[in-house]
């Protein structure tokens, strides 16, 4: 089945710097890419949705600047955490959608724990 | 704009016994439904999704989920619990579309006791 990888799994960085998370999908080919953020307890709130080729879609409240998202090719979908800061902590999920999947599939991948000190 | 509800924070069910984790659904036009499941520090697991044709959906690890559009719903079942169904369970609804986003219900945390 349709496999996506995400790296790493987690990450500890100081306030400040930046951080990328890849994800990549590892069978298939992805236009589409989604990226989510979950606090403890809570529901996955999508981030940002990524086309291959051209500029992310952002959610409403979700700042451009601060996470930078990039879709360069069908298998990669990079997302960057531009200065983080402690508020930023959180679990980051991608998915990614199969572009020869007729029927809608999300392959998501094993997520990636933030943690800003 | 679609939404989804899952009413109950938590689900405790004896091992062996049946279980239900309930999920209704807001959205415009036909949905595509979906359930996942997460183990702590996970990535979603898919167990089931319904796009058209029968209403009862059958999925991994014996799940199975009915689409009632009457009622807009999307329930979770399963005959028999196991121990190791222990999670935290997600319905996700996505409209009618190419590369839609899937919007989540709030999680239901299911607890399976001996």
């Known amino acids: 089945g349709a496999v996506v990888s995400q790296h790493p799994s987690r990450v500890i960085c100081k306030s400040g710097t930046s951080v990328k998370i890849e994800c990549r999908s590892l069978?298939?080919?992805?236009?589409?890419m989604f990226w989510y953020r979950q606090f403890p307890k809570q529901s996955l709130m999508l981030m940002a949705t990524?086309?291959?080729?051209?500029?992310?879609?952002?959610e409403q409240g979700v700042e451009k600047d601060k996470f930078l998202i990039n879709h360069a090719s069908l298998t990669l979908s990079t997302l960057t955490v531009t200065s983080a800061h402690p508020e930023d902590s959180s679990f980051y999920i991608c998915?990614?959608?199969?572009?020869?999947?007729?029927?809608?599939?999300?392959?998501f991948g094993s997520g990636t724990r933030l943690t800003v000190v | 704009a679609q939404s989804v509800a899952q009413p109950e924070d938590q689900v405790n069910v004896a091992e062996g016994n049946p279980l239900t984790v309930k999920c209704t659904y807001s959205v415009s036009g036909n949905p595509y439904l979906f359930w996942y499941v997460q183990y702590p520090n996970r990535g979603l697991q898919f167990l089931l999704k319904y796009i058209t044709g029968d209403n009862l959906v059958k999925g991994s690890y014996g799940f199975e989920a009915e689409f009632n559009k009457s009622q807009t719903s999307f329930h979770l079942k399963k005959p028999s619990a196991l121990v190791s169904d222990s999670a935290l369970y997600f319905c996700?609804?996505?409209?009618?579309?190419?590369?839609?986003?899937?919007?989540f219900g709030t999680g239901t945390r299911l607890q399976v006791t001996l």
């Open positions: 996700a609804v996505a409209h009618t579309g190419t590369a839609s986003k899937l919007t």
């Open positions: 990524s086309n291959e080729g051209s500029k992310a879609t952002y």
């Open positions: 069978d298939f080919q992805a236009t589409t």
């Open positions: 998915s990614a959608r199969d572009l020869l999947d007729l029927q809608p599939g999300y392959t």
